[in-house]
Protein backbone atom coordinates (compact mmCIF):
# COMPACT_ATOMS: atom_id res chain seq x y z
CA UNK A 1 0.00 0.00 0.00
CA UNK A 2 1.04 3.77 0.02
CA UNK A 3 3.48 4.96 2.61
CA UNK A 4 1.18 7.47 3.93
CA UNK A 5 2.87 10.34 5.74
CA UNK A 6 1.07 12.62 9.09
CA UNK A 7 2.94 15.84 8.83
CA UNK A 8 2.39 16.87 12.59
CA UNK A 9 3.40 19.15 15.47
CA UNK A 10 1.33 21.17 18.12
CA UNK A 11 3.71 24.20 17.94
CA UNK A 12 2.63 26.41 15.67
CA UNK A 13 4.17 27.74 12.19
CA UNK A 14 6.69 25.35 12.09
CA UNK A 15 6.56 24.56 8.50
CA UNK A 16 4.02 21.98 8.34
CA UNK A 17 1.96 23.13 5.43
CA UNK A 18 4.97 24.11 3.69
CA UNK A 19 6.38 21.15 3.94
CA UNK A 20 3.13 18.93 2.82
CA UNK A 21 2.99 21.30 -0.37
CA UNK A 22 6.19 20.55 -1.19
CA UNK A 23 7.20 17.13 -0.46
CA UNK A 24 3.80 15.97 -2.27
CA UNK A 25 4.75 18.30 -5.45
CA UNK A 26 8.42 17.09 -5.71
CA UNK A 27 7.41 13.26 -5.31
CA UNK A 28 4.31 14.06 -7.67
CA UNK A 29 7.56 15.34 -10.17
CA UNK A 30 9.48 12.20 -9.46
CA UNK A 31 6.65 10.10 -10.73
CA UNK A 32 5.22 9.13 -7.98
CA UNK A 33 1.27 9.33 -8.00
CA UNK A 34 0.85 11.67 -4.54
CA UNK A 35 -2.51 12.38 -2.25
CA UNK A 36 -2.57 15.59 0.18
CA UNK A 37 -5.56 15.46 2.93
CA UNK A 38 -5.73 18.72 4.20
CA UNK A 39 -7.04 17.97 7.99
CA UNK A 40 -6.39 21.61 8.90
CA UNK A 41 -9.50 23.49 9.22
CA UNK A 42 -7.17 26.52 8.31
CA UNK A 43 -7.45 24.98 4.82
CA UNK A 44 -3.53 26.24 4.22
CA UNK A 45 -2.72 23.02 1.75
CA UNK A 46 -5.80 23.38 -0.08
CA UNK A 47 -5.24 27.39 -0.70
CA UNK A 48 -1.38 27.12 -1.06
CA UNK A 49 -2.00 24.91 -4.29
CA UNK A 50 -4.51 27.12 -5.30
CA UNK A 51 -7.61 24.43 -4.79
CA UNK A 52 -11.23 25.21 -3.48
CA UNK A 53 -12.50 23.38 -0.63
CA UNK A 54 -14.69 21.15 -1.99
CA UNK A 55 -18.25 20.67 -0.44
CA UNK A 56 -21.15 17.37 -1.27
CA UNK A 57 -18.77 15.80 0.45
CA UNK A 58 -17.00 17.91 2.64
CA UNK A 59 -13.97 15.97 4.48
CA UNK A 60 -15.88 16.26 7.56
CA UNK A 61 -18.68 14.95 5.89
CA UNK A 62 -16.41 12.05 4.67
CA UNK A 63 -14.97 11.86 8.03
CA UNK A 64 -18.19 10.88 9.95
CA UNK A 65 -19.69 9.04 7.39
CA UNK A 66 -17.32 5.44 7.09
CA UNK A 67 -19.36 4.56 3.88
CA UNK A 68 -18.91 7.32 1.71
CA UNK A 69 -17.05 7.69 -1.36
CA UNK A 70 -13.72 10.01 -1.08
CA UNK A 71 -13.42 11.67 -4.41
CA UNK A 72 -9.85 13.24 -4.54
CA UNK A 73 -9.53 16.52 -6.28
CA UNK A 74 -6.91 15.93 -9.48
CA UNK A 75 -4.61 19.15 -9.36
CA UNK A 76 -5.80 21.56 -12.13
CA UNK A 77 -1.80 21.92 -13.53
CA UNK A 78 0.09 19.44 -11.66
CA UNK A 79 0.36 16.12 -12.88
CA UNK A 80 0.09 13.06 -10.50
CA UNK A 81 -0.85 15.41 -7.47
CA UNK A 82 -4.03 15.08 -6.08
CA UNK A 83 -5.98 16.65 -2.65
CA UNK A 84 -8.76 16.14 -1.14
CA UNK A 85 -9.57 19.47 0.53
CA UNK A 86 -9.74 20.81 4.17
CA UNK A 87 -13.00 21.75 5.51
CA UNK A 88 -13.30 24.70 7.89
CA UNK A 89 -15.90 22.80 9.67
CA UNK A 90 -14.20 21.05 11.37
CA UNK A 91 -13.45 23.31 13.98
CA UNK A 92 -16.65 22.17 15.05
CA UNK A 93 -16.05 18.74 14.26
CA UNK A 94 -14.19 17.52 17.30
CA UNK A 95 -16.91 17.27 19.16
CA UNK A 96 -18.94 15.17 16.25
CA UNK A 97 -15.87 12.91 15.50
CA UNK A 98 -15.61 11.83 19.05
CA UNK A 99 -19.10 10.36 18.98
CA UNK A 100 -18.26 8.19 16.49
CA UNK A 101 -17.85 4.55 16.79
CA UNK A 102 -14.15 4.17 16.89
CA UNK A 103 -13.42 7.78 16.25
CA UNK A 104 -9.56 7.27 16.18
CA UNK A 105 -9.92 5.57 13.27
CA UNK A 106 -12.06 7.90 11.01
CA UNK A 107 -9.23 8.91 8.83
CA UNK A 108 -8.21 5.57 8.32
CA UNK A 109 -11.85 4.18 7.30
CA UNK A 110 -11.66 7.34 4.42
CA UNK A 111 -7.87 5.59 3.43
CA UNK A 112 -9.53 2.21 3.31
CA UNK A 113 -12.08 3.69 1.35
CA UNK A 114 -10.03 5.00 -1.07
CA UNK A 115 -8.05 2.01 -1.75
CA UNK A 116 -10.78 0.22 -3.62
CA UNK A 117 -10.61 2.94 -6.55
CA UNK A 118 -8.67 1.63 -9.27
CA UNK A 119 -5.94 4.57 -8.52
CA UNK A 120 -3.00 3.20 -6.41
CA UNK A 121 -1.05 6.35 -4.56
CA UNK A 122 2.64 5.80 -3.82
CA UNK A 123 2.29 8.44 -1.23
CA UNK A 124 -0.38 10.46 0.74
CA UNK A 125 0.57 13.08 3.09
CA UNK A 126 -1.71 13.79 5.97
CA UNK A 127 -1.79 17.96 7.08
CA UNK A 128 -2.21 18.41 10.61
CA UNK A 129 -3.66 21.49 12.92
CA UNK A 130 -1.13 23.11 15.47
CA UNK A 131 -3.08 20.91 18.14
CA UNK A 132 -2.38 17.06 19.67
CA UNK A 133 -6.83 17.12 19.52
CA UNK A 134 -8.58 14.19 17.86
CA UNK A 135 -7.60 15.17 14.15
CA UNK A 136 -4.04 14.82 14.90
CA UNK A 137 -4.35 11.63 17.08
CA UNK A 138 -6.59 10.53 13.52
CA UNK A 139 -3.86 11.22 11.29
CA UNK A 140 -0.95 9.65 13.53
CA UNK A 141 -3.81 6.55 13.81
CA UNK A 142 -3.81 5.99 10.32
CA UNK A 143 -0.31 7.13 8.93
CA UNK A 144 2.37 4.43 8.37
CA UNK A 145 4.72 7.52 9.57
CA UNK A 146 4.92 10.53 10.97
CA UNK A 147 7.26 13.72 10.01
CA UNK A 148 7.89 16.12 12.95
CA UNK A 149 8.98 19.73 11.12
CA UNK A 150 10.81 21.20 13.77
CA UNK A 151 11.65 25.06 13.79
CA UNK A 152 15.13 25.93 14.33
CA UNK A 153 13.79 28.20 17.65
CA UNK A 154 14.20 27.64 21.04
CA UNK A 155 9.93 26.88 21.54
CA UNK A 156 9.74 24.49 18.95
CA UNK A 157 12.64 22.80 20.23
CA UNK A 158 10.87 22.60 23.73
CA UNK A 159 7.69 21.53 22.38
CA UNK A 160 9.21 18.69 20.80
CA UNK A 161 8.90 15.70 23.98
CA UNK A 162 4.85 16.24 23.60
CA UNK A 163 4.47 15.10 19.86
CA UNK A 164 6.71 12.73 20.47
CA UNK A 165 4.98 11.65 23.37
CA UNK A 166 1.70 11.38 21.38
CA UNK A 167 3.90 9.23 18.60
CA UNK A 168 4.33 6.67 21.32
CA UNK A 169 1.30 7.11 22.42
CA UNK A 170 -0.24 6.51 18.75
CA UNK A 171 1.83 3.40 18.41
CA UNK A 172 0.87 1.40 21.47
CA UNK A 173 -2.61 2.19 21.34
CA UNK A 174 -4.01 2.52 17.68
CA UNK A 175 -1.39 1.89 15.36
CA UNK A 176 1.40 -0.49 16.24
CA UNK A 177 2.85 -0.02 12.76
CA UNK A 178 3.68 3.48 13.17
CA UNK A 179 6.86 4.67 12.50
CA UNK A 180 9.36 8.15 12.84
CA UNK A 181 9.74 9.48 9.28
CA UNK A 182 12.38 11.66 10.40
CA UNK A 183 12.44 15.08 12.25
CA UNK A 184 13.17 17.92 9.58
CA UNK A 185 14.88 20.97 10.34
CA UNK A 186 13.21 23.89 9.11
CA UNK A 187 13.76 27.75 8.63
CA UNK A 188 17.55 27.35 9.40
CA UNK A 189 19.43 30.63 9.54
CA UNK A 190 22.59 29.64 9.92
CA UNK A 191 24.09 33.22 10.40
CA UNK A 192 22.47 33.14 13.53
CA UNK A 193 24.22 31.47 16.97
CA UNK A 194 20.20 30.43 17.69
CA UNK A 195 20.12 28.60 14.60
CA UNK A 196 23.26 26.47 14.74
CA UNK A 197 22.76 26.02 18.41
CA UNK A 198 18.66 24.39 17.96
CA UNK A 199 20.86 22.31 15.10
CA UNK A 200 23.22 20.71 17.31
CA UNK A 201 20.75 20.13 20.19
CA UNK A 202 18.81 18.12 17.97
CA UNK A 203 21.34 16.33 16.08
CA UNK A 204 22.83 15.07 19.54
CA UNK A 205 19.53 14.13 21.17
CA UNK A 206 17.97 12.37 18.21
CA UNK A 207 20.73 11.22 16.26
CA UNK A 208 20.01 9.90 12.91
CA UNK A 209 16.04 10.74 13.60
CA UNK A 210 16.63 13.99 12.06
CA UNK A 211 17.41 14.11 8.48
CA UNK A 212 20.22 14.99 7.29
CA UNK A 213 18.42 17.80 5.16
CA UNK A 214 17.57 20.68 6.37
CA UNK A 215 15.51 23.43 5.17
CA UNK A 216 17.17 26.92 4.89
CA UNK A 217 14.99 29.95 5.72
CA UNK A 218 14.14 31.19 2.15
CA UNK A 219 11.77 34.07 1.16
CA UNK A 220 10.60 32.44 -1.93
CA UNK A 221 9.33 30.08 0.21
CA UNK A 222 6.80 32.30 1.70
CA UNK A 223 6.28 33.75 -1.18
CA UNK A 224 5.14 30.68 -3.83
CA UNK A 225 1.29 30.30 -1.53
CA UNK A 226 0.48 33.19 -2.42
CA UNK A 227 0.81 32.76 -5.91
CA UNK A 228 -1.14 29.26 -5.34
CA UNK A 229 2.44 27.09 -6.25
CA UNK A 230 4.36 24.78 -4.92
CA UNK A 231 8.16 26.02 -4.80
CA UNK A 232 9.26 23.80 -7.68
CA UNK A 233 6.46 25.93 -10.12
CA UNK A 234 7.23 29.23 -8.08
CA UNK A 235 10.86 29.57 -8.36
CA UNK A 236 12.95 26.22 -9.13
CA UNK A 237 16.46 28.00 -8.49
CA UNK A 238 15.41 29.00 -4.80
CA UNK A 239 17.39 27.35 -1.80
CA UNK A 240 13.62 26.55 -1.05
CA UNK A 241 13.41 24.26 -4.13
CA UNK A 242 16.76 22.65 -3.64
CA UNK A 243 16.60 21.35 -0.34
CA UNK A 244 13.04 20.11 -0.83
CA UNK A 245 14.73 18.54 -3.98
CA UNK A 246 17.45 17.40 -1.31
CA UNK A 247 14.94 15.86 1.20
CA UNK A 248 12.68 13.77 -1.66
CA UNK A 249 15.86 12.34 -2.27
CA UNK A 250 16.71 11.58 1.09
CA UNK A 251 13.45 9.67 1.83
CA UNK A 252 13.63 8.04 -1.45
CA UNK A 253 17.12 7.22 -0.88
CA UNK A 254 15.84 5.88 2.40
CA UNK A 255 13.75 3.33 1.50
CA UNK A 256 10.51 4.74 2.37
CA UNK B 1 -11.01 47.33 36.97
CA UNK B 2 -7.97 45.96 34.96
CA UNK B 3 -7.98 46.21 30.70
CA UNK B 4 -8.04 42.54 29.90
CA UNK B 5 -6.06 41.58 26.52
CA UNK B 6 -7.10 38.62 25.02
CA UNK B 7 -4.04 37.88 22.17
CA UNK B 8 -5.21 35.26 19.57
CA UNK B 9 -5.09 34.31 16.52
CA UNK B 10 -5.81 30.83 15.32
CA UNK B 11 -2.93 31.00 12.96
CA UNK B 12 0.23 29.24 14.49
CA UNK B 13 3.64 30.92 15.31
CA UNK B 14 2.30 34.57 14.36
CA UNK B 15 4.23 35.82 17.88
CA UNK B 16 1.01 35.51 20.12
CA UNK B 17 3.53 34.57 23.03
CA UNK B 18 6.33 36.71 22.05
CA UNK B 19 3.56 39.40 22.29
CA UNK B 20 2.26 38.56 25.43
CA UNK B 21 5.47 38.22 27.51
CA UNK B 22 7.37 41.50 25.84
CA UNK B 23 3.87 43.99 26.34
CA UNK B 24 3.52 42.88 29.44
CA UNK B 25 7.34 43.37 30.98
CA UNK B 26 7.08 46.84 29.35
CA UNK B 27 3.89 47.57 31.10
CA UNK B 28 5.09 46.22 34.54
CA UNK B 29 8.07 48.70 33.67
CA UNK B 30 6.02 51.18 33.24
CA UNK B 31 4.91 51.01 37.02
CA UNK B 32 1.48 48.83 35.73
CA UNK B 33 1.02 45.68 37.93
CA UNK B 34 0.02 43.24 35.50
CA UNK B 35 -0.82 39.13 35.18
CA UNK B 36 -0.35 36.74 32.54
CA UNK B 37 -2.29 33.89 32.15
CA UNK B 38 -0.72 31.01 30.04
CA UNK B 39 -4.01 29.50 28.60
CA UNK B 40 -1.99 27.81 26.04
CA UNK B 41 -1.13 23.94 26.84
CA UNK B 42 2.14 24.56 25.25
CA UNK B 43 3.42 27.04 28.27
CA UNK B 44 5.29 28.95 26.03
CA UNK B 45 4.60 31.84 28.25
CA UNK B 46 5.16 30.18 31.41
CA UNK B 47 8.64 28.89 30.59
CA UNK B 48 9.46 32.16 28.26
CA UNK B 49 10.23 34.24 31.37
CA UNK B 50 11.62 31.39 33.23
CA UNK B 51 8.67 30.06 35.81
CA UNK B 52 7.42 26.71 35.90
CA UNK B 53 4.33 25.33 35.91
CA UNK B 54 2.16 25.26 39.06
CA UNK B 55 -0.23 22.94 40.57
CA UNK B 56 -2.13 22.28 43.31
CA UNK B 57 -4.13 24.29 42.23
CA UNK B 58 -3.16 23.98 37.97
CA UNK B 59 -4.80 26.25 35.90
CA UNK B 60 -7.18 23.51 34.66
CA UNK B 61 -7.90 23.07 38.35
CA UNK B 62 -8.96 26.80 38.64
CA UNK B 63 -11.50 26.39 35.35
CA UNK B 64 -13.13 23.78 36.42
CA UNK B 65 -13.59 24.98 39.88
CA UNK B 66 -15.60 27.96 40.23
CA UNK B 67 -14.91 28.90 44.30
CA UNK B 68 -11.02 28.31 43.78
CA UNK B 69 -8.65 31.14 44.92
CA UNK B 70 -6.08 31.50 42.16
CA UNK B 71 -3.02 32.17 43.55
CA UNK B 72 -0.74 34.60 40.68
CA UNK B 73 2.70 34.09 40.85
CA UNK B 74 4.92 37.30 41.80
CA UNK B 75 7.40 37.06 39.00
CA UNK B 76 11.10 36.32 40.81
CA UNK B 77 12.88 39.02 39.25
CA UNK B 78 10.73 41.47 37.01
CA UNK B 79 8.41 43.76 39.43
CA UNK B 80 4.85 44.33 38.84
CA UNK B 81 4.73 41.23 36.55
CA UNK B 82 2.95 38.18 37.60
CA UNK B 83 1.99 34.88 35.66
CA UNK B 84 -0.61 32.34 36.33
CA UNK B 85 1.04 29.55 34.71
CA UNK B 86 -0.09 27.31 32.18
CA UNK B 87 -1.46 23.68 32.74
CA UNK B 88 -0.20 21.23 29.73
CA UNK B 89 -3.49 18.94 30.90
CA UNK B 90 -5.62 21.75 29.11
CA UNK B 91 -4.47 19.99 26.27
CA UNK B 92 -7.17 17.04 27.83
CA UNK B 93 -9.37 20.03 29.28
CA UNK B 94 -12.26 21.13 26.66
CA UNK B 95 -13.84 17.85 27.39
CA UNK B 96 -13.94 18.93 30.83
CA UNK B 97 -14.64 22.09 30.22
CA UNK B 98 -17.59 21.80 27.92
CA UNK B 99 -19.12 19.82 30.73
CA UNK B 100 -19.41 23.01 32.91
CA UNK B 101 -22.44 25.08 33.09
CA UNK B 102 -21.65 28.23 31.23
CA UNK B 103 -18.27 26.78 29.54
CA UNK B 104 -17.42 30.19 27.97
CA UNK B 105 -17.45 31.71 31.09
CA UNK B 106 -15.02 29.63 32.95
CA UNK B 107 -11.56 32.06 32.61
CA UNK B 108 -14.07 35.02 33.69
CA UNK B 109 -14.74 33.35 36.68
CA UNK B 110 -11.22 32.97 37.83
CA UNK B 111 -11.10 36.74 37.00
CA UNK B 112 -13.76 37.44 39.60
CA UNK B 113 -11.74 35.45 41.90
CA UNK B 114 -9.05 37.93 41.41
CA UNK B 115 -10.76 40.91 41.79
CA UNK B 116 -11.15 39.96 45.60
CA UNK B 117 -7.26 40.04 45.93
CA UNK B 118 -6.42 43.37 47.24
CA UNK B 119 -3.79 43.53 44.22
CA UNK B 120 -5.75 45.08 41.79
CA UNK B 121 -4.10 44.59 38.26
CA UNK B 122 -3.86 47.73 36.06
CA UNK B 123 -3.30 44.81 33.01
CA UNK B 124 -3.98 40.98 32.15
CA UNK B 125 -2.72 38.94 29.46
CA UNK B 126 -4.32 35.92 28.30
CA UNK B 127 -1.79 34.19 25.71
CA UNK B 128 -4.10 31.59 23.41
CA UNK B 129 -3.33 28.51 21.68
CA UNK B 130 -3.19 28.63 18.00
CA UNK B 131 -6.79 27.38 17.57
CA UNK B 132 -10.59 28.61 17.51
CA UNK B 133 -11.55 26.62 20.28
CA UNK B 134 -14.04 26.35 23.96
CA UNK B 135 -10.14 28.01 25.57
CA UNK B 136 -10.02 30.82 23.02
CA UNK B 137 -13.73 31.56 23.19
CA UNK B 138 -13.50 31.55 26.92
CA UNK B 139 -10.57 34.38 26.59
CA UNK B 140 -12.71 36.32 23.95
CA UNK B 141 -15.81 35.37 26.58
CA UNK B 142 -13.47 37.08 29.10
CA UNK B 143 -11.45 39.58 27.46
CA UNK B 144 -12.27 43.51 27.74
CA UNK B 145 -9.95 43.88 24.51
CA UNK B 146 -8.62 41.42 21.45
CA UNK B 147 -4.96 42.38 20.26
CA UNK B 148 -4.43 39.69 16.76
CA UNK B 149 -0.40 39.52 15.90
CA UNK B 150 -0.79 38.88 12.48
CA UNK B 151 2.67 37.73 10.76
CA UNK B 152 3.62 39.75 7.79
CA UNK B 153 3.02 36.64 4.91
CA UNK B 154 0.36 35.06 3.30
CA UNK B 155 -1.00 32.48 5.49
CA UNK B 156 -1.08 34.75 7.85
CA UNK B 157 -3.52 37.03 5.87
CA UNK B 158 -5.58 34.81 4.91
CA UNK B 159 -6.81 33.14 8.09
CA UNK B 160 -7.42 36.82 9.53
CA UNK B 161 -10.87 36.92 8.67
CA UNK B 162 -11.57 33.70 10.92
CA UNK B 163 -10.44 35.36 14.13
CA UNK B 164 -12.14 38.70 13.42
CA UNK B 165 -15.53 35.95 13.06
CA UNK B 166 -15.08 34.70 16.57
CA UNK B 167 -14.61 38.24 17.61
CA UNK B 168 -18.34 39.05 16.07
CA UNK B 169 -19.55 35.94 17.58
CA UNK B 170 -18.01 36.70 21.00
CA UNK B 171 -19.22 40.64 20.97
CA UNK B 172 -22.84 39.06 20.26
CA UNK B 173 -23.06 36.08 22.36
CA UNK B 174 -20.60 35.94 25.30
CA UNK B 175 -19.23 39.54 26.16
CA UNK B 176 -20.93 42.50 24.31
CA UNK B 177 -18.17 44.65 25.81
CA UNK B 178 -15.37 43.15 24.19
CA UNK B 179 -13.65 45.57 21.86
CA UNK B 180 -11.03 45.53 19.38
CA UNK B 181 -7.32 46.89 21.27
CA UNK B 182 -5.92 46.27 17.02
CA UNK B 183 -4.09 44.14 14.87
CA UNK B 184 -0.52 43.86 15.12
CA UNK B 185 2.09 43.28 12.53
CA UNK B 186 4.88 41.29 13.37
CA UNK B 187 7.94 39.48 11.77
CA UNK B 188 8.27 42.56 9.58
CA UNK B 189 11.26 42.41 7.12
CA UNK B 190 10.62 46.18 4.66
CA UNK B 191 13.15 44.51 2.26
CA UNK B 192 11.02 41.82 1.33
CA UNK B 193 8.10 42.48 -1.27
CA UNK B 194 5.60 40.05 0.73
CA UNK B 195 6.45 41.54 3.40
CA UNK B 196 5.30 45.09 2.45
CA UNK B 197 2.29 43.81 -0.10
CA UNK B 198 0.84 42.22 3.26
CA UNK B 199 1.21 45.33 5.27
CA UNK B 200 0.01 47.35 2.65
CA UNK B 201 -3.04 45.33 1.83
CA UNK B 202 -3.52 44.98 5.89
CA UNK B 203 -3.39 48.95 6.32
CA UNK B 204 -5.95 49.59 2.95
CA UNK B 205 -8.64 46.77 4.84
CA UNK B 206 -8.04 47.56 8.21
CA UNK B 207 -7.34 51.39 8.25
CA UNK B 208 -6.58 52.32 11.44
CA UNK B 209 -7.53 49.26 13.15
CA UNK B 210 -4.15 48.38 12.83
CA UNK B 211 -1.69 49.81 15.04
CA UNK B 212 1.18 52.29 14.12
CA UNK B 213 3.71 50.36 15.74
CA UNK B 214 4.68 47.21 13.87
CA UNK B 215 7.59 44.61 15.06
CA UNK B 216 10.37 43.85 13.12
CA UNK B 217 11.99 40.13 12.31
CA UNK B 218 14.61 40.01 14.96
CA UNK B 219 16.52 37.63 16.03
CA UNK B 220 17.39 38.55 19.42
CA UNK B 221 13.12 38.25 20.21
CA UNK B 222 13.79 35.30 19.50
CA UNK B 223 16.68 33.95 21.39
CA UNK B 224 15.40 35.92 24.41
CA UNK B 225 13.20 33.15 26.06
CA UNK B 226 15.57 30.74 25.57
CA UNK B 227 17.20 32.46 28.64
CA UNK B 228 13.76 33.14 30.28
CA UNK B 229 13.84 36.58 29.88
CA UNK B 230 11.62 39.66 28.19
CA UNK B 231 13.28 41.17 25.54
CA UNK B 232 13.69 44.61 27.89
CA UNK B 233 15.93 42.72 30.32
CA UNK B 234 17.90 40.27 27.33
CA UNK B 235 18.77 42.96 24.88
CA UNK B 236 17.20 46.33 25.63
CA UNK B 237 19.20 48.45 22.41
CA UNK B 238 17.63 45.34 19.82
CA UNK B 239 15.18 46.34 17.14
CA UNK B 240 12.86 44.03 19.23
CA UNK B 241 13.14 45.64 22.01
CA UNK B 242 12.88 49.49 20.74
CA UNK B 243 9.50 48.06 19.29
CA UNK B 244 7.41 46.49 21.87
CA UNK B 245 8.06 49.87 23.89
CA UNK B 246 7.26 51.77 20.79
CA UNK B 247 3.68 49.42 20.91
CA UNK B 248 3.52 50.09 24.95
CA UNK B 249 3.87 53.87 24.35
CA UNK B 250 0.84 53.47 21.44
CA UNK B 251 -1.40 51.23 23.45
CA UNK B 252 -1.26 53.47 26.95
CA UNK B 253 -1.43 56.79 24.02
CA UNK B 254 -4.60 55.50 22.76
CA UNK B 255 -6.23 55.74 26.37
CA UNK B 256 -6.35 51.96 27.20
N1 LIG C 1 11.75 27.55 5.15
C1 LIG C 1 10.96 28.62 5.18
N2 LIG C 1 11.47 29.83 4.94
C2 LIG C 1 10.70 30.95 5.02
N3 LIG C 1 9.39 30.94 5.30
C3 LIG C 1 8.82 29.75 5.55
C4 LIG C 1 9.55 28.53 5.50
N4 LIG C 1 8.69 27.51 5.78
C5 LIG C 1 7.49 28.07 6.01
N5 LIG C 1 7.55 29.42 5.86
C6 LIG C 1 6.48 30.39 6.09
O1 LIG C 1 6.31 30.45 7.51
C7 LIG C 1 4.92 30.45 7.84
C8 LIG C 1 4.60 29.19 8.65
O2 LIG C 1 4.73 28.04 7.83
P1 LIG C 1 3.52 27.02 7.69
O3 LIG C 1 2.24 27.74 7.56
O4 LIG C 1 3.89 26.05 6.65
O5 LIG C 1 3.63 26.34 9.13
P2 LIG C 1 2.56 25.38 9.82
O6 LIG C 1 3.32 24.59 10.81
O7 LIG C 1 1.80 24.67 8.79
O8 LIG C 1 1.62 26.46 10.56
P3 LIG C 1 0.26 26.10 11.39
O9 LIG C 1 0.77 25.65 12.74
O10 LIG C 1 -0.50 27.41 11.46
O11 LIG C 1 -0.44 25.05 10.62
C9 LIG C 1 4.17 30.52 6.52
O12 LIG C 1 3.87 31.87 6.27
C10 LIG C 1 5.16 29.96 5.51
O13 LIG C 1 4.97 30.52 4.25
N1 LIG D 1 9.46 39.61 15.71
C1 LIG D 1 10.07 38.43 15.77
N2 LIG D 1 11.26 38.26 15.17
C2 LIG D 1 11.87 37.06 15.18
N3 LIG D 1 11.38 35.96 15.76
C3 LIG D 1 10.20 36.06 16.38
C4 LIG D 1 9.48 37.29 16.43
N4 LIG D 1 8.32 37.08 17.12
C5 LIG D 1 8.31 35.78 17.48
N5 LIG D 1 9.45 35.16 17.05
C6 LIG D 1 9.80 33.74 17.17
O1 LIG D 1 8.95 33.05 16.25
C7 LIG D 1 8.43 31.86 16.84
C8 LIG D 1 6.91 31.99 16.92
O2 LIG D 1 6.56 33.00 17.84
P1 LIG D 1 5.56 32.69 19.06
O3 LIG D 1 5.88 31.39 19.66
O4 LIG D 1 5.53 33.87 19.94
O5 LIG D 1 4.20 32.60 18.22
P2 LIG D 1 2.80 32.05 18.73
O6 LIG D 1 1.78 32.69 17.87
O7 LIG D 1 2.69 32.23 20.19
O8 LIG D 1 2.93 30.48 18.36
P3 LIG D 1 1.84 29.34 18.73
O9 LIG D 1 0.82 29.49 17.64
O10 LIG D 1 2.61 28.04 18.66
O11 LIG D 1 1.33 29.65 20.10
C9 LIG D 1 9.09 31.74 18.21
O12 LIG D 1 10.20 30.90 18.07
C10 LIG D 1 9.51 33.17 18.54
O13 LIG D 1 10.65 33.20 19.35
MG1 LIG E 1 -0.30 24.51 8.57
MG1 LIG F 1 2.18 30.79 21.64
Redesign the interface.
Known amino acids: GPVIVAVAN?????GK?TTVINLAACLAASEKLTLIIDLD??C?AT??IACESQEEPSLLDLLLDPAAHPQPLPHPTIPRLEILTGC?DL?GG??LL?EMPDPAHCVRRILEGLSHNEKKYDFVFLDC?????LITLNALSSATHLLVPV?A???AL??LT?ILESFEFARQNTNQNLQLLGLLLTMV?SR???SVEVENELRRHYGDKVFKTTIPRN?RL??A??HGLPIILYDIWSRGAKAYMELTKEILNNGA
Chains 1, 2 share one sequence.
Open positions: QKGGVTPQNSGPVEKSPPALNQEYFEGDDTNLVSEPS
